[in-house]
Every structure is written in structure tokens, then in C-alpha cells.
């Protein structure tokens, strides 16, 4: 609970934080089962929940994330994908950085592909999935 009020500290709109908590807490229900514990002591993938939350509380339009399904079990992975379109369609845009292509490309509206920090592929991710190249060396295929 303490990251989720501190996420909030530079908030002016104080009378909607509650408002806040309850979205994050339906998100995931699982941070307000463990909301009285250490942060440190959360499985991998509540403190991603946990990371994912605390950015919501601050209202930002804007998420930048960095590979949120590293270490995940595979149904944690879909839910937090899940949890992300849905906040997107809410109307926060959300940049990824992510490593599992095909999870990314199921979720983004527009792809990068970068090889030693150059640009090398991009475009829709219509485009991405269809692309000879990014099918053989990020899809399998």
C-alpha cells in the first residue's frame, strides 16, 4: 500500500485517489489481498502488478514499460498483456519494451525492431507480423 500512496504524492486531485485504489484493486485483485505486506517480499509477478498499479495511481497519460513479462509464469504474461490493453483502451498510451515478440505484436498498434540499438524493422504491427524478416527471427517462423 505505501508504493500505491506514494505514487500519488504529487497528485492535486486528492479526492479521486480512492477512486484510484479501487481501479488498481479490481485490475488486480491479488495486490489488495497482499496490500498490508513488503513489497519486497511479493512474488515476481505481483511486484509487476505492483509496479503496473503504482504507475496507474500517479494518472499519467503516458507508461513506459520494460519487459513486464520477464520471469513470469505464462498465465501471469497473458494476464498482465490483458491488464495493459485494457488500460490503453482506457486512454493511456503505453510504450513496451518487450523481448516476447509475439505477446508485444498481439497488443501493440506499432512495432520497433531494434539490433544493437538501431531501428531496423517498424511500422504497424499488422505489417510486423506479416514481415519475412521478423517472422524468422522474433516469430519462429
Known amino acids: 500500500m505505501e508504493n500505491l500512496k506514494l505514487a500519488t504524492y504529487a497528485r492535486k486531485d486528492k479526492d479521486q485517489i480512492a477512486k484510484d485504489y479501487r481501479r488498481v484493486f479490481d485490475l ?6 497482499r496490500k498490508n505486506q513488503i513489497a519486497g517480499t511479493l512474488s515476481g509477478g505481483e511486484q509487476q502488478m505492483l509496479a503496473v498499479g503504482r504507475a496507474l495511481m500517479t494518472r ?7 519487459k513486464p513479462s520477464m520471469g513470469l509464469a ?4 497473458q494476464e ?3 491488464i495493459l490493453q485494457e488500460i490503453n483502451r482506457a486512454g ?3 510504450l513496451l519494451v518487450e523481448q516476447n515478440a509475439h505477446m508485444a ?5 506499432r512495432g520497433y525492431v531494434l539490433e544493437t540499438g538501431t531501428i531496423t524493422v ?6 510486423l507480423v506479416r514481415n519475412p524478416k521478423v517472422k524468422e527471427a522474433y516469430l519462429g517462423g
Open 28 to 33: 488486480f485483485p491479488r495486490l489488495e489481498e
Open 122 to 127: 517498424q511500422g504497424p504491427t499488422e505489417e
Open 92 to 94: 493511456t498510451t503505453i
Open 105 to 109: 505484436l498481439q497488443v501493440a498498434h
Open 60 to 66: 499519467g497519460r503516458l507508461m513506459l514499460l520494460d
Open 74 to 77: 505464462p498465465i501471469l504474461v
Open 80 to 82: 498482465i498483456f490483458c
